[in-house]
């Protein structure tokens, strides 16, 4: 998987977005991504806590709560301040690369 | 219990009983949350996320405490399954000194390093005295021959006296820094065992690359997967335990090639140029991955 100079893969990038509107547990998480992306990133859940654990030991996400459903424990995942500004300067970076394309296919249009 | 749940149980057994004790039921609930209605079997992508996610953890989980300490550790337990697969060959004619090399494997395993110190000097002692011509600590008649079932040359038979010896003491060395220190080491798995039959009989100066037996094919696979292994887990958790095993095993391999470098094929010195290059691989890859971290 192609990696940003923040060093975010697309499956991370699309991971702390889900968390920007409030913390989630894995399954929401996974949903959230499929909308966020438009059905394009299928989170398999071995990879979505591989991702979650190693962003939390980053101090990119923490671990906002658990509660016990059905006799099992849910942790509700919390993006960090740090976690906020990577995936926004990620965002403008994506958007500076986008607006190379764009623009050139907007001068060629009206130009 | 559904025929699903029962499978992904059985896939979280990849990951570490500790991860486990903790997450498992947490996994699991995702897991059949995500799952289709009447669904049986795990989706191949998920079971192959599973397995890549449960390595991933043990790795992760292997990275604790003194990386330093842990690398002499593990350096030894390589060391002590290679010494003791070089001499089962020959375990019907000297079996006290193959009991003493399985003794100190067992030893090191457990993390008992003054138990393992005397039975690696004793064994050490007598496999120089061997490559010397010499019957020294008991009256084994020279050269060793091997027993029936191996095809083997004798005991230390080729190659020079310098190689074992400084395989010898590269262990003790590392084997005394480790008692030393005081701390109790932790416990190596079982499955190293398994190992043995890999390099049993393979003593690294009849090594013969050229001549691409099984054994040295073999023998060649595993150090090739153990350092491209001890690379991938510094990759990922930019720990340098693995380097450390990595770089001090390479000593003694070195000494090989450097003691029967004229007896040397084109393909022995490839050989030690892989060993060499992915050696330094490993060494590299924690410093990188620490600089920049992995998300």
Not at chain 2, 16 to 43: F, M, N, S
Not at chain 2, 50 to 55: C, Q, R, T
Not at chain 2, 209 to 223: N, P
Request: glycine residues 10%; positive net charge.
């Amino acid at each position: 998987m192609s990696r940003g100079s923040s060093g975010l893969s697309e499956q991370t990038y699309f991971v702390l977005a889900a968390l920007l509107d409030g913390p989630l547990h894995g399954h929401a998480i996974i949903k959230r991504v499929v909308d966020l992306s438009q059905g394009r990133i299928t989170l398999a859940v071995g990879t979505l806590y591989g991702a979650l654990d190693r962003l939390a030991a980053n101090g990119v996400i923490v671990v906002e709560r658990e509660e016990v459903v059905n006799g099992r424990k849910r942790r509700y995942f919390r993006i960090s301040d740090e976690g906020g500004q990577l995936v926004r300067a990620e965002a403008e970076r994506m958007q500076q690369a986008a607006s190379v394309v764009t623009r050139r296919a907007l001068g060629a249009t009206f130009g | 219990m559904t025929e699903l749940e029962r499978r992904y149980r059985w896939l979280l057994r990849a990951y570490p009983p500790g991860y486990r004790a903790d997450y498992e039921d947490e996994l699991l609930d995702v897991l059949l949350a995500t799952a289709g209605p009447g669904q049986a079997r795990p989706p191949l992508r998920e079971v192959r996320a599973l397995l890549v996610g449960g390595i991933k953890a043990r790795v992760i989980a292997a990275a604790q405490g003194p990386a330093w300490m842990d690398g002499l550790h593990l350096t030894v337990t390589v060391l002590s399954v290679l010494q003791l697969g070089v001499l089962i060959p020959y375990a019907g004619t000297i079996p006290l000194w193959v009991a003493l090399s399985a003794l100190a494997l067992l030893a090191v395993l457990r993390g008992r390093m003054w138990a393992a110190l005397p039975l690696v000097a004793a064994t050490g002692l007598k496999v120089v005295g061997v490559t010397y011509g010499e019957p020294w600590l008991d009256g084994t008649l020279l050269p060793v021959f091997p027993d029936r079932l191996w095809q083997a040359p004798a005991l230390y038979g080729t190659g020079g006296p310098i190689a074992p010896s400084i395989s010898y003491l590269v262990l003790f060395f590392c084997l005394a820094v480790l008692a030393i220190r005081g701390r109790p080491s932790r416990r190596r798995s079982w499955w190293w065992l398994l190992a043995l039959p890999l390099v049993a009989g393979a003593d690294p100066a009849w090594l013969d690359i050229a001549e691409g037996t099984s054994s040295s094919i073999t023998r060649v696979g595993l150090e090739a997967a153990l350092l491209a292994g001890a690379a991938y887990a510094g990759h990922l958790t930019g720990d340098a335990r693995w380097a450390v095993a990595a770089g001090v095993c390479l000593v003694p391999a070195t000494a090989v090639l450097a003691e029967n470098v004229e007896l040397a094929s084109r393909q022995g010195v490839a050989h030690a140029a892989l060993l060499i290059l992915l050696t330094a691989t490993a060494a590299a890859v924690p410093f990188r991955a620490r600089r920049r971290i992995l998300l």
